[in-house]
């Protein structure tokens, strides 16, 4: 981006109200620092006030009138314009709640030679101006259109939404939810919740977590989409679920795979893989972070260490490998992770060491 780009968009974002204290200090200081400066810059305002701060559409098709426009605009022939300079806003206490003052613009001598460079100016310019008003506008609108709720870690909150729907969110997680609820039943989400929705049979309930979309009626169950991690995983605990995979993190981009989820299923979806995988049986234990319980029914190695490292949030790592075909019977409520292992100690006949923070489980294993 060339110099005079740069202080061109600066301008656009300055009269648009768009830039920062130290974005409009530093073209404050650009403009004073040469006459040819401070020149295009009058002319830059100038242009603004005369053009009603929204220029027309830039007449598509008719670049002629473009230009004639402009030149007008650049010919009006009076020496001091009373303007009210639509700089940035300064805090409230700094104005001490006066108005502006009305600052007269004297009309400076324009430098002909340069005056395509002026003309090519301003109309980049009213481009400029224009993309920032539209994009604030755009950009306002869809804040206004969504609500957004928000866990920190270690948080846990329960939500009410207004059709009288129910979601639990887990620690660092996101829901935003349309402000229209009652009329668009859609949310986003980033972490992980549990969904009691409540039956509309012509309204549908849609959730937007990365690339899936997951479509209900009314039923109950669980979203696991942090965004740092590869894996997106929707566990069913009663009714059915739809699962859309979109092509593209774009919601409404085209759906490469769609899947019907039941009750003790879940669909998996690994980043990269770019389909979605159906397991037979839930995750194990995929609400336990909301109930505050860990339940294991002749549970495999493999799915008892996924579970205890996702509730403990640790890590752990099997040194035998015929550890993997033993099973864990058992139930722990609000569990502690003392306890936890004291129980798989006592009841698999399991060493466990915790080294570099990793949890090691070693001992004879299972045939």
């Known amino acids: 981006m060339s110099q005079e780009t740069l202080y061109l968009d600066l301008i656009a974002k300055y009269l648009s109200r768009n830039a920062s204290t130290v974005e409009a200090r530093a073209l404050m200081a650009w403009v004073e620092a040469t006459p040819e400066n401070r020149l295009l810059f009058d002319e830059m305002a100038r242009v603004w006030e005369l053009s009603g701060a929204v220029p027309d559409p830039v007449f598509p098709g008719n670049p002629a ?17 009373g303007v009210k300079p639509p700089f940035f806003e300064a805090p409230q206490e700094d104005r001490g709640g006066a108005e502006p003052p009305i600052i007269p613009i004297s009309r400076p001598k ?9 003309a090519a100016a301003s109309i980049a310019f009213l481009l400029l101006a224009a993309w920032w008003q539209i994009s604030r506008q755009g950009t306002s609108r869809e804040e206004k259109d969504w609500i957004a709720v928000q866990t920190a870690s270690g948080e846990r909150q329960e939500v009410a939404l207004p059709d009288g729907s129910t979601v639990w969110l887990n620690e660092n997680t996101t ?18 919740a549990f969904f009691s929705v409540a039956r509309l049979e012509k309204l549908p309930f849609t959730i937007f977590s990365k690339n899936l979309e997951t479509t209900v009626l009314g039923t109950t169950f669980n979203v696991r989409a942090y965004p740092g991690e590869q894996q997106v995983e929707v566990s069913v605990s009663t009714g059915t679920v739809q ?18 989820v039941g009750a003790g299923r879940s669909a998996v979806f690994l980043e990269g893989k770019e389909h979605i995988e159906l397991v ?30 996702r509730y403990f949030d640790i890590e752990i ?12 019977h058992g139930s722990f409520v609000k569990p ?16 466990i060491e915790v080294r570099d923070g990793v949890y090691e489980f070693f001992g004879n294993g299972c045939e």
């Open 65 to 81: 009138r473009a230009w004639d426009r402009l030149d007008a605009l650049l010919d009006i022939e009076n020496g001091v314009a």
């Open 175 to 192: 829901l935003t939810y349309a402000r229209n609820f009652l009329k668009r039943r859609e949310v986003k989400l980033q972490g992980e």
């Open 336 to 351: 502690d992770i003392e306890e936890v292992l004291n129980v798989l100690k006592i009841s698999m006949d399991l060493e």
């Open 317 to 328: 790592e099997v040194l035998n490998p015929d550890l993997m075909n033993c099973t864990f």
């Open 243 to 260: 699962v859309d995979l979109h092509a593209t993190r774009k919601i409404k981009s085209p759906v490469q795979q769609s899947v019907t």
């Open 110 to 118: 324009r430098l002909r030679p340069r005056r395509w460079w002026a």
């Open 280 to 309: 037979p049986v839930p995750s194990v234990n995929a609400s336990a972070w909301k109930d505050e319980q860990l339940i294991f029914d002749s549970t495999p190695m493999p799915d008892l260490i996924a579970a205890l490292e």
